[in-house]
């Protein structure tokens, strides 16, 4: 009795070089945080990256025409985890001033990568990111501050339209900025506590843009 071969069809196909395309690229994303993690300030190189991913420094570049893509899209990895989060607390009606502090804190300020990182990108985004993936890059994460935004003028009753998306924004900058001007170097070492006074600022900041009882 023959047997015949039932061909794949095309859709499914596709959908697995798709899915396989996509295990490579979560698979080069982790490489580059594990081989940053090892030292977050100093410049990695893709051959490095694709060693430890176990890839073809070629392939690396199939999908990361530079360094400073991929590591842009590994910070805007870590960004959607924490949009991600604060959804997802959101939905389980946890999302008080308290519970988004703490899912900043363990994202962004308590991450050995993820501020240095954000710094190192910022910085080069305009002038070594291709125009196309720089404006693709802001139209998403201007998504993400929207849909999150939202939900938080939901939660707080001292947000009009716009203003969560818009107060998002600002304790990025602030995060941001005395990261930049605060940040422990061991050289010249600060006599302040970064965590405690992002803390002090964000409170300051949100209780003067929500509702008092939110604080």
Same mark, same amino acid.
């Given at each position: 009795? =023959?047997?015949?071969?039932v ?7 596709? /959908?697995?070089?798709?899915d396989? !395309?996509? +295990?490579?690229r979560?698979r @080069?994303l ?5 081989? $940053?993690l090892?030292a977050? =300030?100093?410049? @990695? ?7 430890? /991913?176990?890839? /073809? !420094?070629?392939?690396?570049y199939? #999908?990361? %025409?530079?360094?400073? +893509?991929?590591? $842009?899209?590994?910070h805007?990895?870590q960004?959607?985890?924490?949009f991600?989060?604060?959804? +997802?607390? &959101? ?5 008080d001033f +308290?519970?988004? $502090?703490?899912l ?5 300020l308590? =991450?050995?990568? #993820?501020?240095?990182?954000?710094v190192?990108?910022?910085? &080069?985004?305009?002038?070594?990111? %291709? &125009? /196309?993936?720089? =404006?693709? #890059? !802001?139209?998403? @994460? ?10 938080l003028?939901?939660?707080?009753s ?13 304790? *990025? ?9 605060? &940040?422990?170097? %061991?050289?010249?070492? *600060?006599? $302040?506590?970064?965590r405690?006074?992002?803390e ?11 509702? %008092?009882?939110?604080?």
């Open positions: 009795m =023959s047997t015949q071969t061909p794949t069809p095309r859709v499914t196909r596709r /959908a697995l070089q798709a396989a !395309k996509e +295990e490579r979560r @080069i982790a490489a580059a945080e594990q081989v $940053l090892a977050p =300030s100093r410049e @990695i190189g893709m051959a490095e990256v694709a060693q430890a /991913a176990e890839l /073809a !420094k070629g392939t690396v199939l #999908y990361f %025409p530079s360094k400073d +893509e991929l590591l $842009l899209a590994l805007e990895r960004v959607e985890d924490l991600r989060c604060l959804l +997802e607390a &959101s939905e389980s009606g946890r999302l +308290e519970g988004v $502090l703490g900043v804190d363990q994202h962004a308590s =991450s050995p990568l #993820y501020l240095p990182l954000a190192r990108c910022l910085a &080069s985004l305009d002038a070594a990111v %291709p &125009s /196309a993936v720089r =404006s693709a #890059y !802001k139209a998403r @994460i201007n998504g993400h501050l929207r849909v999150v935004g939202q939900v003028e939901q939660q707080f001292g947000l009009e339209p716009g203003g969560g998306a818009s107060l998002l924004f600002s304790s *990025y900058a602030l995060i941001m900025g005395m990261w930049q001007l605060l &940040s422990p170097d %061991p050289a010249h070492p *600060y006599p $302040l506590d970064f405690r006074d992002v002090h600022a964000l409170r300051a900041l949100w209780r003067g843009r929500v509702a %008092p009882a939110t604080n």
